[in-house]
């Protein structure tokens, strides 16, 4: 098939940058263009800072880096948004309106009724709302919205636990990476030999974004840390299960989980979305994140600490499979359904 053309707004920060790399050898999208703020408007995307692990796709150094404007957005078939949010809240909706495809990492809209929330794996039927929302608003366009990155960590563990246990209760501590606060985030004097035992808005973003995606009124407690990790979030997570069960049980599910993405093949999908590991000094940021390119959920230290009482870990990458990834794979889903 011909490349569907992509656009990326917010294309110059820690997530622009991970849009960038995966659609430079994505096989259905061709970058067509990207945009930032008038901060880096005018240059050459070659020019700006790039922090990834691999080299900046050639492509992308020679586009020039347009100043975002609802009203000058090329015609393409997605624009990936990677803006902070309360500039998506402004762009976003406009873009929709004039018939753009939005696929967002910011978290407006995320819990309006009528805005898919995305984690490909887990509530793939949610598209639907796609037909609501244009019915409702009116657009011929749409906006689709990918979890928070911690969200997204723990709901891709939790969902095989609650399809095979239940789950009654759920308590869960984040150990997040820098990267996560974006590329101007958290000051490196402030984070360098610390940890800071607040985020502001993600416990509440855990705790209602799981409730929308597993549609119902899950009794979640979360706290939320910053540790000096440049990529990977780490989250202790402890479930009260409906059925008791054994380790190799929850294993067992964890490892055979598959979602309606393995099941196409997705290009952006992993073979595992949950991959058990043993040792018991494992997951780990650095051994573990790119599990899967990215995109899979590592999860260790599988215990059961009484009837009913699971405990785990589980690591995730932010950039990846708790952002542009999941939001590439979610686009990729789209594509292939009724909705598109
Ligand atoms: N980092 C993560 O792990 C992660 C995970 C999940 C979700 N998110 C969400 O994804 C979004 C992007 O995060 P990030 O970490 O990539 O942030 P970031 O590194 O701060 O990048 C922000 C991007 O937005 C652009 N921008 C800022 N103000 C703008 C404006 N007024 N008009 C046009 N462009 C503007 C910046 O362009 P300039 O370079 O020109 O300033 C830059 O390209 C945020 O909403 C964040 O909450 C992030």
Redesign the pocket.
């Known amino acids: 098939m011909d490349k569907l053309k992509a656009y990326v707004?917010?294309?110059?920060?820690?997530?622009?940058q991970r849009y960038v790399q995966l659609l430079a050898e994505h096989p259905w999208f061709e970058l067509v263009g990207v945009?930032?703020?008038e901060?880096?408007a005018g240059k050459k995307y070659g020019e700006i800072n790039w922090v990834l692990e691999t080299p900046m796709p050639e492509r992308a150094a020679e586009l020039k880096i347009d100043k975002?404007d609802v009203d000058a957005v090329p015609k393409v078939d997605v624009v990936f948004s990677?803006?902070?949010?309360e500039?998506?809240a402004k762009v976003e909706p406009e873009l929709a309106k004039r018939g753009y495809l939005v696929v967002s990492?910011?978290?407006n809209m995320r819990l309006e009724p009528d805005v898919p929330l995305i984690i490909p794996e887990v509530n793939p039927d949610d598209l639907a709302l796609i037909r609501e929302q244009r019915a409702r608003r009116g657009w011929s366009g749409a906006v689709l919205k990918k979890p928070?990155?911690s969200t997204t960590i723990l709901d891709l563990p939790l969902k095989p636990i609650l399809d095979e246990f239940g789950v009654s209760r759920i308590h869960v501590a984040t150990m997040q990476a820098v990267?996560?606060?974006?590329?101007?985030?958290v000051p490196s004097v402030a984070i360098i030999d610390n940890l800071i035992p607040y985020i502001k808005g993600e416990e509440e973003k855990i705790v209602n974004e799981s409730k929308k995606i597993f549609k119902r009124d899950l009794e979640i407690y979360a706290t939320t840390t910053r540790v000096p990790v440049l990529d990977g979030h780490t989250e202790v997570v402890y479930v009260d299960t409906v059925k008791d069960f054994d380790v190799e049980a929850v294993v067992e599910a964890m490892a055979k989980f598959r979602g309606l993405p393995q099941e196409l093949g997705l290009p952006t999908a992993p073979p595992q979305p949950v991959v058990p590991v043993a040792g018991v000094d494992r997951p780990q940021p650095r051994l573990d994140r790119m599990a899967g390119r990215g995109m899979s959920v590592v999860v260790g230290r599988v215990r059961r600490l009484g009837p009913k009482k699971l405990a785990f870990v589980a690591l995730g990458h932010?950039?990846i499979r708790?952002?542009a990834g999941n939001a590439v794979l979610a686009a990729e889903l789209l594509i292939k359904s009724d909705y598109y």
């Open positions: 707004i917010g294309a110059t920060g820690l997530v622009g945009a930032a703020s901060r880096s975002l990677a803006l902070p949010s500039v998506a990492n910011s978290s928070n990155c990267t996560g606060a974006g590329y101007s985030g932010n950039t708790g952002a």
